[in-house]
């Protein structure tokens, strides 16, 4: 999940950023999350978002180091 734009969501799936509307997702999700695709709606993947906030999170700190 990209960002938020009003009542849509802008989202990157497959490569290229689209627009759904916030309606199809669960509520309360934040930007920079993970979602999928599920029965038409789309959830977070709490999972996938952690991991990859820790991958960042690793990666910045390996521009500060000695």
Known sequence: LDRYEGD???IEQDGV???V????LEPNIPEG???VEKNGKYVLDNDETTARRKKIA???NSLFED
């Open 33 to 35: 999350s993970v979602i």
């Open 21 to 24: 509307p916030k309606k199809l």
């Open 58 to 60: 690793e990666l910045q």
């Open 8 to 10: 849509f969501a802008v």
């Open 17 to 19: 950023m689209k627009s």
